[in-house]
C-alpha cells in the first residue's frame, strides 16, 4: 500500500539557518504530494503541493520538488524565522480507485532566535 | 466562505459513555475524511467518504467507532463505549472530491476527546 516517510523530528535551527525536511513515498500510480503545517494551537493547513514529476510547489519561502526518480518531495526554505516554528506533515494522494490521503508522521521543528 | 466546521471543540466524557462527533464540511465538497491525531503522533486515517459512501473504512480502530454522513454534507462519528485509549484529537477535513482531480484537503480545527 501507498506509504510517506519522514524524517524524525523535533528539528532545532536557529533563526536564518536553512530547512530541509526529508520525505519519501511509496505509491502506485501517480501520486500528488503535499505539505501540510500545523502551527501550535491551530489545524492543518496546506503549505505547498506539487502534482507531477519535476513539479515543484512553493509558498511562504518554502518549496519541494517532486522527484520521481528518488520518490522524494523534501521540503526546504533558505532562511527559517520563529514563525515557522510548527509540526510539518508530508502527504500523498493517490487517485486509483479513490482519493486515499495517506500523511507521514509528522516532523516538529522549533526555531529559536 | 466558511471553512470545515467541528462541534463540540472539547469534549470530556467517562469510560463507557458514547460520544458523537459532528463535521460540517465546506459547502459543495464531495469528499470527506475523519482522521485521529493522538499526543506526539501522526495522523491515522479513520474513513473516507464519497458523497454518501464510505468506500474506505479501513481505518476504523475497532467496531465500536463508526461514521455515517447524510446528504452528502454533514458526517458524525460515533465512539461507543469510550476507553481511555480513545482520547485524542479527531479530525476532520474535505476536498472537493474526484471530479477535480487530487485536489487538497481542507481541515477542521478538530474535536479533542478525552475520556476519563
Known amino acids: 500500500g501507498d506509504s510517506v516517510t519522514q524524517m524524525e523530528g523535533p528539528v532545532t535551527l536557529s533563526e536564518e539557518a536553512f530547512l530541509t525536511i526529508n520525505c519519501t513515498y511509496t505509491?502506485?500510480?501517480?501520486?500528488?504530494l503535499f505539505w501540510y503545517v500545523q502551527y501550535p494551537g491551530e489545524g492543518l493547513q496546506l503549505l505547498l503541493k506539487?502534482?507531477?514529476?519535476?513539479d515543484k510547489g512553493s509558498n511562504k519561502g518554502f518549496e519541494a520538488t517532486y522527484r520521481k526518480e528518488t520518490t522524494s518531495f523534501h521540503l526546504e526554505k533558505g532562511s527559517v524565522q520563529v514563525s515557522d516554528s510548527a509540526v510539518y506533515f508530508c502527504?500523498?494522494?493517490?487517485?486509483?480507485?479513490?482519493?486515499?490521503?495517506?500523511f507521514g508522521t509528522g516532523t516538529k521543528l522549533q526555531v529559536i532566535p | 466562505g466558511a471553512g470545515v466546521s467541528q462541534s463540540p471543540s472539547n469534549k470530556v466524557t467517562e469510560k463507557g459513555k458514547d460520544v458523537e462527533l459532528r463535521c460540517d464540511p465546506i459547502?459543495?465538497?464531495?469528499?470527506l475524511y475523519w482522521y485521529r491525531q493522538s499526543l506526539g503522533q501522526g495522523l491515522e486515517f479513520l474513513i473516507y467518504?464519497?458523497?454518501?459512501?464510505?468506500?474506505?473504512k479501513s481505518g476504523l480502530p475497532s467496531d465500536r467507532f463508526s461514521a455515517e454522513r447524510t446528504g452528502g454534507s454533514v458526517s458524525t462519528l460515533t465512539i461507543q463505549r469510550t476507553q481511555q485509549e480513545d482520547s485524542a484529537v479527531y479530525l476532520c477535513?474535505?476536498?472537493?472530491?474526484?471530479?477535480?482531480?487530487?485536489?487538497?484537503?481542507?481541515f477542521g480545527n478538530g474535536t479533542r476527546l478525552t475520556v476519563t
Open positions: 477535513a474535505s476536498s472537493v472530491g474526484l471530479a477535480r482531480g487530487n485536489s487538497p484537503l481542507h
Open positions: 505509491a502506485t500510480g501517480y501520486p500528488s
Open positions: 506539487a502534482t507531477k514529476a519535476d
Open positions: 502527504a500523498l494522494m493517490n487517485s486509483g480507485g479513490y482519493q486515499k490521503v495517506t
Open positions: 459547502s459543495g465538497h464531495t469528499a
Open positions: 467518504f464519497q458523497g454518501n459512501s464510505a468506500p474506505d
